[in-house]
Nanobody, 121 residues
């Protein structure tokens, strides 16, 4: 059974930090791009960041470059998103996702349940 179990969301003040975790199981961790999308009410999911463990390649959307860092722990099959200098505009539901390729949301194979990130001003 494929699972992506997220944790680490919450409420934080602007300028603060959060770390999201995504524990993966049921598929070959090293062979998938794993990362995060965000979604606002009534809008489409938008890619934030991803990592491919096999070659340690990473992707960051422009609004989060320099503030967010993605990493993976292959021994734990877990991906982390360290979110620093958070802004109210970062407020959204964040979904962990995995796929053999990374791109638009429809291209991803597996999804977590989502975790709320709220940044107050």
């Amino acid at each position: 059974e494929v699972q992506l179990v997220e944790s680490g969301g919450g409420l934080v003040q602007a300028g603060g930090s959060l770390r999201l975790s995504c524990a993966a199981s049921g598929f070959p961790f090293d062979d998938y791009a794993i990362g995060w999308f965000r979604q606002a009410p009534g809008k489409e999911r938008v890619g934030v960041s991803c990592i491919t463990s096999r070659n340690n390649s990473t992707f960051y959307a422009h609004p989060v470059k320099g503030r967010f860092t993605i990493s993976s722990d292959n021994a734990k099959n877990t991906v982390y998103l360290q979110m620093n200098d958070l802004k109210p505009a970062d407020t959204d539901v964040y979904y962990c996702a995995a796929g053999t390729t990374w791109g638009e949301a429809a291209m991803l194979d597996y999804w977590g349940q989502g975790t709320q990130v709220t940044v107050s001003s």
